[in-house]
């Protein structure tokens, strides 16, 4: 081995070193901010465990163009969809003890007849992966228990951050890593489509907030997502209510200015 070749190993494996520091501190992080709750599930009675975000320990960051939010120790999303081990019912925390006597009649005919129960799995925290799954269980409980749009929306919504937040953790180095990337963004795409359906049906319907949304927050995400899907017409109609909008906070007028601006640009460049 020649000298050249020592120091680069060296480098490689203080790079590696401080990798594994880092994930190990960002899992430390993500330890100290959960707890484990104990739910009794509706449908079957059962008492199971769940992780939870602990209050306010959470630390924002940012919030995305589609509103997804970034804290610096935790991914909130993660820990937002509660499963029943022993029946599969399952729910965003916020619906998870609201349903009616004939939705739950509907989730044991049609969920805990075909679930099978198993015991509470051991980890420390959940990965994205599981996220997605168990979001994806509260998608399909909440449509099969004819759930309004608005929460069905809410779950398509939370999937789709959760499909990015995956295509964001995936390191450059890994194999495949693009393509890889690119099937969950498709994936995220989706989910955001669907969320763009059920919220618009739940605005003309429903009373807010919608999803946890005000009329005004409510308003940019369609927006953003009618810019997304090429209907410029539709964000720029809901684009101008937004900005001036009373209630609108600084944060979010600076995100509506900004679309306004990528939508007008992006319809002109359409314009024969
Ligand atoms: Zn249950």
Redesign the pocket.
């Given at each position: 081995m020649d000298a050249n070749e020592k120091i680069e190993n060296e480098n490689e494996d203080k790079e590696k070193s401080d990798k594994e520091k880092l994930d190990k501190e960002k899992l430390d992080l993500e330890k100290a901010a959960i707890i484990e709750k104990t739910y009794t599930?509706?449908?079957?009675?059962?008492k199971?465990h769940t992780k939870a975000v602990k209050a306010s320990s959470a630390k924002f960051v940012a919030t995305m163009a589609d509103l997804r939010p970034i804290h610096s120790n935790i991914n909130v999303t993660k820990y937002d969809a509660i499963c029943?081990?022993?029946?599969?019912?399952s729910a965003l925390t916020k619906n998870f003890t609201s349903s009616t006597a004939s939705q739950r009649k509907l989730?044991r005919e049609k969920i805990?007849t075909n679930y099978k129960?198993h015991d509470e799995v051991a980890c420390e925290i959940y990965t994205t992966e599981t996220a997605i799954s168990r979001m994806k269980m509260a998608l399909l409980c909440t449509v099969t228990k004819g759930g309004k749009d608005s929460e069905i929306g809410n779950v398509c919504l939370k999937i789709s951050w959760l499909y990015q937040d995956l295509a964001d953790e995936m390191p450059d180095d890994a194999p495949d890593a693009a393509a890889k990337k690119e099937l969950y963004l498709k994936e995220a795409d989706n989910a955001a489509m669907n969320a763009y359906e059920r919220l618009t049906n739940a605005r003309m319907r429903e009373s807010f907030p919608i999803a946890g949304m005000n009329e005004t927050t409510l308003d940019y995400l369609l927006a953003y997502y009618a810019s997304k899907k090429g209907e410029y017409q539709t964000a720029m109609r809901l684009l101008s209510g937004v900005v001036t909008s009373k209630s609108i906070s600084p944060r979010l007028k600076d995100k509506a200015l900004e679309l306004k601006e990528q939508v007008s640009q992006l319809r002109d460049q359409e314009a024969p």
């Open positions: 599930c509706p449908v079957c009675d059962k199971f029943c081990p022993n029946c599969g019912f989730i805990q129960s």
